[in-house]
Each structure stands twice: as C-alpha cells, then as structure tokens.
T-cell receptor, first 109, second 116 residues
Framework: KNEVEQSPQNLTAQEGEFITINCSYS?????LHWLQQHPGGGIVSLFM???GKKKHGRLIATINIQEKHSSLHITASHPRDSAVYIC???????????FGTGTSLTVIP | EAQVTQNPRYLITVTGKKLTVTCSQN?????MSWYRQDPGLGLRQIYY???????DKGDVPEGYKVSRKEKRNFPLILESPSPNQTSLYFC???????????????FGAGSRLTVL
C-alpha cells in the first residue's frame, strides 16, 4: 500500500512551459512537503503546506485537504528546473514521513 | 552554515563487515531521521529520533541500528551488511519533535553504500 501517489512519473517539457506535478495521499496529515532532488545531488525542501497555497519565485504549491491532493506548479520552466520532485506527507497519527516515488522532470532548452 | 553532515559519502564494503554512517547537525534540531532511497521505491524511513535517547523504528528498520546519545549526532549502524542494503542513504533533521511533520526537513548530502 502506498500512502502517497505522484503523477506523472516522468515529464519532459520545453523551456518556458507551465508544468504541473500532482500528489495524492490517503491519510490524514499534519503537513505536506515538496522536495527537490537534482541529479547526483542532495534533497532540498521547497515547500511545507498544511492548507491553501504558497509561492516562491516561479514555484507555486497548492493543497486541497478535503480532496487529499496537492499540486506543484512551475511557471516559465527553465533547464535548471530539471530534477526529481518528491511529495512527502506526515500523518496526524505519528512522527513518520511517507514519500511519493518522485516525478523526474527534464526541461529542454 | 546550518547543515546536516553525513559521512562517508561513498562506501564500498563486503557482506558482514560492520559499518557506521555518521550524521551530525549544527542547528540544535530535536528530530532526526534516516532514510534509504531505492529506484522505483522512493524514500523510505529507517529510524527516527524525537530527542536524545528517544528512537523509534520507521518502515524498514531490519538490519539497522541507531543511537542518539547527543542531540547533534544520529549514527546509522549496519552490524552485518548484506547486498540488499546497497542503497543511497539520507539523514535529515527538523527543529521540533512535536508535530515533526509540520517542520521543514533539512537533508544531508547522502551516502551511497554498496555491499558486495
């Protein structure tokens, strides 16, 4: 059983395109996290959400608690956005984190 | 600089030879955790710690041990490594153990372990 599902698994876009990555989860959560992992690199936290919407530069994250769904949007995509984007949730019931398998994004110049 | 430091970054070892991957954070974080990342499976939690001397199992604890004797350090111990523990390992920490899911996670750079 996978508590967190991401789609798509792989995504290729042309530079400048608007990108959406989706995350659905099956448990009640205290927060949802979006993480970024560059090839061969470490993992950095982009957003932590418990409601509504957050924006940082060209990145926007939204969450719908009732529908148990979150989206990560990238506006005006750039090749440096090429990375794996990971959705993670922390359930109300514990102190663990559950992760999606990631979306591999490639932005072509 | 606020960071989580893991060592070694790369290690090739043989079956049965005990090894320790160290993790240290300089942010006075209460919560620390270990994950392994495998292709197609994503990140899975091995162990986590809410504070000094408080540790608990994650989803895949078999074959691993941890200790939290000091707040800043959270080593991962493989007493008798096996090839199925070949993986990329990440340590992470967050500020507060209370509602730890509602605190930003800071990750180490990762440790790539190969067990022959």
């Amino acid at each position: 059983k996978n508590e967190v599902e991401q789609s798509p698994q792989n995504l290729t876009a042309q530079e400048g395109e608007f990108i959406t990555i989706n995350c659905s989860y099956s448990v009640g959560i205290s927060a949802l996290h979006w993480l970024q992992q560059h090839p061969g690199g470490g993992i950095v936290s982009l957003f932590m959400l418990s409601s509504g919407k957050k924006k940082h530069g060209r990145l926007i994250a939204t969450i719908n608690i009732q529908e148990k769904h979150s989206s990560l949007h990238i506006t005006a995509s750039h090749p440096r956005d090429s990375a794996v984007y990971i959705c993670a949730v922390s359930p109300w019931s514990g102190n663990q984190f559950y992760f999606g398998t990631g979306t591999s994004l490639t932005v072509i110049p | 600089e606020a960071q989580v430091t893991q060592n070694p970054r790369y290690l090739i070892t043989v079956t049965g030879k005990k090894l320790t991957v160290t993790c240290s954070q300089n942010m006075n974080h209460e919560y620390m955790s270990w994950y392994r990342q495998d292709p197609g499976l994503g990140l899975r939690q091995i162990y986590y710690s809410m504070n000094v001397e408080v540790t608990d199992k994650g989803d895949v604890p078999e074959g691993y041990k941890v200790s939290r004797k000091e707040k800043r350090n959270f080593p991962l111990i493989l007493e008798s490594p096996s090839p199925n523990q070949t993986s990329l390992y990440f340590c992470a920490s967050s500020l507060s153990a209370r509602s730890s899911g509602a605190n930003v996670l800071t990750f180490g750079a990762g440790s790539r372990l190969t067990v022959l």
